[in-house]
């Protein structure tokens, strides 16, 4: 085997070994070695190690009826926490995570759509050092940052590559961020975190095959096979909300034509709204549906049935085995995804498909950013170590 190859192996199965522990704890050795298959030597080597560094603690139990001792091993509990944060155009959100990906300290923070990377990011270090101040942390014990963002995010690198949203091209967020902080940083596509979240804490839990939706300001899905996000070649793959809909239709913020996103994002709706209109926000348009009017009936159901167009062409493509609705069009109007699924199931669906999927409701609604990225700088620095 190759060096790069036998170094990877070893992460992986570090890993491997820390998750089983942290959702099956306290455990024994031999347990973990039935389920992993690794060997006993290999399951000691990765346990000391991880004991030295402080993260386990064994103790002895003595089984009941045949009086052996045998060994087990548990996490300790406040050895670990991780920084989580939700980067969007108008506001950032940071949470402390700890190991169980629990939310222990968190708050929103306004930005202004124009403001720079840099700013951003100082004003990121600023406000998570008073955050730990205000909860009295103990910033020994936070290991990482993971940031979650809309966009084309190059995660081996720390680079996000583009993002239209916050209007950022190459930049070196997580290289920059870590000067600032001190912290290792870890960063990646929103939905790509989300789904991560969702698939370790949340509605996606026992599923192996799993498509998340994300329905708000831009669209988009992440998907996950076998526990592992399917990233493609640049980190792109799921990018569906410019899957072109209609070569004639209309011009996208991406600069191209007709693209899903431009029938169901909330800019979009906003923008065609105000041709009838002044509508200043979402809940405006969704306030004049309910009165009946027709333009804003019809602006919504369209978004709604190019929703259920889109589970149905998602599950066409990946045979997933759950589809995960999220964002913020469904976190500020839950009423809308029974009317996607009922559209989805009675119109959509390609019937050879049809009952071999369910369709869920995110669990970790507007917290799922923060958590998957918690949990995203926790894996980096269990795995990387
Ligand atoms: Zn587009």
Redesign the pocket.
């Known amino acids: 085997m190759k060096k790069h190859d036998q170094d990877f192996m070893k992460r992986q199965n570090r890993l491997t070994v820390f998750e089983i522990i942290k959702n099956q704890q306290p455990i024994s050795r031999a347990s973990i070695a039935k389920q992993t298959g690794m060997s006993p030597t290999t399951i000691s080597r990765i346990v000391g190690e991880l004991t030295e560094e402080g993260f386990l603690l064994e103790s002895e139990q003595v089984s009941v009826g045949l009086g052996r001792k045998s060994t087990l091993i548990a996490m300790v509990d406040a050895a670990v926490l991780s920084v989580g944060v939700e980067l969007d155009r108008h506001q950032f959100h940071i949470g402390i995570v700890d190991i169980q990906g629990n939310v222990v300290a968190g708050g929103r923070y306004p930005r202004t759509a124009d403001e720079s990377a840099d700013v951003t990011l100082e004003r990121i270090g600023a406000e998570l050092d008073r955050l730990t101040k205000a909860h009295d942390i103990d910033c020994e014990r936070i290991i990482g940052i993971g940031i979650g963002l809309p966009g084309i995010v190059d995660n081996d690198s720390g680079v996000v590559v583009f993002s239209v949203q916050l209007g950022w091209k190459q930049v070196h967020l997580a290289e920059r961020l870590k000067e600032i902080t001190g912290y290792d940083v870890a960063i990646d596509n929103e939905l790509k975190v989300k789904a991560l979240a969702e698939h370790l804490k949340g509605a996606a839990i026992g599923s192996s095959r799993t498509a998340l939706l994300g329905f708000g300001n831009g669209v988009g899905s992440a998907i996950i096979v076998d526990g592992e996000i399917y990233r493609g070649k640049t980190n792109s793959a799921g990018e569906i ?2 899957t072109t809909i209609d070569p004639n239709g209309m011009m ?5 034509a007709g ?1 899903l ?2 029938y169901i994002n909330i800019n979009s709706l906003l923008s065609e709204a105000n041709k009838i209109r002044p509508t200043r926000s979402i809940e405006e348009l969704f306030e004049a549906r309910r009165a009946g009017e027709r333009w804003a009936v019809y602006l919504i159901e369209r978004a709604l049935m190019y929703m259920a167009i889109t589970i149905n062409n998602v599950v066409c493509m990946y045979n997933p085995d759950s589809v995960i609705l999220s964002g913020e069009l469904g976190d500020k109007f839950p009423e809308i995804y029974d009317e996607v699924v009922e559209l989805c199931i009675s119109k959509f669906v390609w019937e050879p498909l049809r009952g071999s999927f369910t369709i869920l409701r995110s669990e970790l609604h507007e917290q799922g950013v923060v958590i998957g990225s918690g949990l995203m700088s926790q894996n980096c620095f269990f795995a990387l170590k």
Not at 252 to 256: V, Y
Request: glycine share 20%.
């Open positions: 909300g410019h996208c913020d991406c600069g191209k693209c996103q431009t």
